[in-house]
């Protein structure tokens, strides 16, 4: 890709992480898309065809169980690393997994296939989703332990973790999937945009290597931006520490201890002459919102289209897990836990007539069994020796 600080290879696991590397593949970026749904994969219009890859174990879709898409993987381990390594040629900076964590196909997949490139010594970020409190209980359960997974890779770098629940800041008469939509566009524009600032000329500038230095950190990332109506308000310093604030609150990431950001980037996009306007105690105001982060870059883009207003991008990374949000959906969950005992109890005693007895029982307590966790580290020579 031309005019780009660092290339970006993205791959989309299941309907919605798809749906993502979709959004970057429209924007110019190489993305591949992995389902065990061929429905999924044909609407994903800005993925070459030869780059969707259909794999299952027989009947497709995975149907919420993770267990289903592990093996998947495991059954096409050669198809998904061929795959990979045509795509993504030494030109690549670093790939982004991306998937939904509640549905069986990204949750099963995700994490492995992350640990497998890591361990194969490539730069990997991911880019995931939690679930909304809409989702059924054995969603944010598959969520919580692919979180969990995911949280224990070592050498890892940004984690981008959009929280599903933030689609109640779009306007309520939206249907879901619109929101959704709106929020996967999101995700795209805003890393290009910082991806695209990385290469304009400035007099300070925010470079590819300040991108990277940024992205490759791990913890979790957000990238977030507001506008300010005119630029004479940066008279009053405040006003940018408010900004950073209000653009980190009104993200479309999961909330965490902003203030213990270890990086972080502050871009101004501003009228031709406005860089006046941006004074170090502004600047170190900012820094104090995130809680003066070991690495601070600062970008000062000046432009001639632009009139009165002033947009600040603000980066932060190397921030801590969204533990709060985590343990609010278990908390959910544990509040729930007793009405779920009963049901499956009531269910257990009824009697049904016909040879369909006790199927009810059995399907209810199938679909909230938790997944088991893998046993030790998955590799891909373990899952190679296994297919041999």
Known sequence: ??????????????????????????????????NTSSTDLMKLNYIQKNNRLLINTGVQGAGKNPEIGRRALEE???????????????????????????????????PL??????????????????PSKMESPKVQIVALNAFEEISQI???????????????????????????????ENIALKLDKINRLAVEAADVAFDARDLHTLIAMRGCTIISSTTISDISQLKETEVLAQGVREALERSIYADTKFSNSRGAAFLFELPEGGAHYVTEQAVMKMQRELGMPFELFTGIYEQKNRKRDVVLHVVA??????FRRLEEIQTELEEKAEGFQSLFERNRTQTFKGSGRDLLSRFVTSQVTSKEKPQGESTLDKLLKKRK
């Open 1 to 34: 890709m031309e005019n780009v600080g660092l290339n970006f290879g993205f791959i989309g696991i299941g309907q919605c992480g798809g749906n993502i590397a979709n959004e970057f593949g429209k924007l110019g970026y190489k993305s591949i898309a992995i």
């Open 76 to 110: 096409h381990i050669e198809s998904v690393m061929h795959l990979i390594g045509q795509v993504f040629d030494e030109e690549i900076d670093m790939i982004f997994v991306c998937a939904g964590l509640g549905g069986g196909t990204g949750s099963g997949i995700a």
């Open 113 to 130: 296939l992350t640990q497998i490139l890591v361990e194969q010594g490539l730069e990997v970020g991911m880019i995931v989703t939690i």
């Open 154 to 184: 070592e050498g890892i770098g940004s984690l981008f973790i959009v929280d599903n629940a933030k689609s109640v800041q779009l306007p309520s008469q939206m249907g879901f999937k619109t929101k959704y939509s709106i929020i996967n």
């Open 317 to 322: 990374t190397g921030l801590p897990f969204p």
